[in-house]
């Protein structure tokens, strides 16, 4: 059996550690409220992690939409206008965290500046957004994966598509140019070939 560090094909197989997805969701302690955003379709585990703290998670269910969406290119004030009715704000409140997994490597550069700019708008000015970027890897698989959240800092990949489609495989460089409100904060390769990133709204 792999160890839980071991590099895997396409990033997936054994559960792996996640050190930014810790400091992410160490943020979430039982005395103050916090909004989490997830793009796509809840992960599984992650209602078990938010048990007892103080935090309202809302659930887009927009990856595959967006998936499609990438596959045209399209100038961005159109992608602008696609993307709002698929992330949907908190009402009066700001989502303190963005969990968009693997789905940014399903956006095209363009798509993904209209995205992340629909994020700044309804993130809070502290708000926080992670991912996971196949950067290691020439192929991932068609559609967007579910990570399935086995504890603080240890996840797995819960969907086990075969990777089959070209991984754009996003540099750092890539990620900061084309955030629209957003700033590469933190970055970290982990022993699996994937490059974990969080990412800050930035200051007005």
């Not at 792996?16 to 103050?32: C, G, I, K, N, Q």
């Not at 009715?85 to 789905?103: F, M, R, S, Y």
């Amino acid at each position: 059996m792999a160890s839980p560090n071991q590099p895997m094909q396409g990033g997936h197989g054994e559960p792996f550690t996640s050190p930014l997805f810790y400091e992410s969701m160490a943020r979430f302690d039982h005395t103050t409220r916090h909004v989490i955003l997830e793009p796509g379709s809840v992960s599984p585990g992650i209602l078990a992690l938010l048990q007892g703290r103080r935090c309202r998670l809302l659930v887009a269910d927009a990856a595959l939409a967006l998936n499609r969406l990438s596959e045209k290119p399209q100038e961005t004030e159109f992608l602008l206008h696609q993307v709002e009715p698929l992330i949907n704000d908190a009402g009066v409140e700001k989502i303190d965290t963005v969990l968009c997994w693997d789905l940014l490597n399903y956006l095209s550069l363009p798509l993904f500046n209209a995205f992340t700019a629909r994020l700044a708008a309804i993130m809070a000015p502290s708000g926080m957004l992670h991912a996971y970027i196949h950067s290691a890897h020439n192929v991932m698989p068609r559609r967007p994966q579910r990570y399935s959240v086995l504890g603080d800092d240890l996840v797995a990949r819960f969907d086990h598509d075969p990777p089959e489609r070209k991984a754009p495989r996003y540099s750092y460089g890539d990620l900061d140019k084309h955030a629209s409100g957003l700033r590469v904060a933190r970055s970290m390769l982990l022993r699996n070939g994937i490059q974990e990133y969080l990412l800050r709204v930035k200051p007005e």
